[in-house]
C-alpha cells in the first residue's frame, strides 16, 4: 500500500515505511569517493535533529484550543506594530502582552516547557 501511493501518486509519509535503513545503505552504497569523503569531513560537527516533543492528550487539546487564536492575535498586532498601525512604547506592549496572557500564553508556555522536560529527560 505504502509502495504504490509512493509510485503511483509520489504520496511519501516520513516515518512510514518497512526497512528504511536498507534504503540508506543503497543510497550511501551509490556515492561517489569524492561524495564519501565530503560527507566524513561535515559527520562530526551535524548536529542530529531534534525529537518532536511527546504531548500529552491533555497537552493537545490545550495547543488545539488556544494556539490559533494566540497565534492570530500575535500575527495581526506585530503587522499593526511594523506597518504604525500600533505605536511601540510602554503602555502598547503591555496591552499586547497582557492580552496575549489572556489568550492563554502563560499555558502555552508552560505546556511547551513541560513536555520538552519530559522529551529530554529534564536536560
Known amino acids: 500500500m505504502i ?4 509510485r503511483d501518486y509520489g504520496v511519501w509519509y516520513p516515518g512510514i515505511g518497512s526497512d528504511f535503513a536498507i534504503a540508506r545503505l ?6 561517489d ?3 564519501k569523503k565530503i560527507n566524513a569531513a561535515y559527520e562530526p560537527i ?17 495547543e488545539k484550543s488556544k494556539l490559533t487564536n494566540l ?12 506597518v504604525g498601525k500600533t505605536p511601540i512604547n510602554d503602555d502598547t506592549i503591555k496591552q499586547f502582552t497582557d492580552q496575549a496572557k489572556k489568550l492563554g500564553l502563560d499555558e502555552i508556555i508552560s505546556m511547551y516547557n513541560t513536555a520538552y522536560k519530559r522529551t529530554y ?3
Open 3 to 6: 509502495w504504490t501511493l509512493r
Open 26 to 31: 543503497a543510497w550511501e552504497s551509490a556515492l
Open 33 to 35: 569517493e569524492k561524495t
Open 46 to 62: 551535524i548536529l542530529p535533529s531534534p525529537r518532536s516533543y511527546v504531548k500529552t492528550k491533555e497537552e493537545q487539546e490545550l
Open 71 to 82: 497565534n492570530k492575535y500575535m500575527e495581526q498586532k506585530m503587522a499593526e506594530f511594523v
Open 121 to 123: 529527560n529534564g536536560k
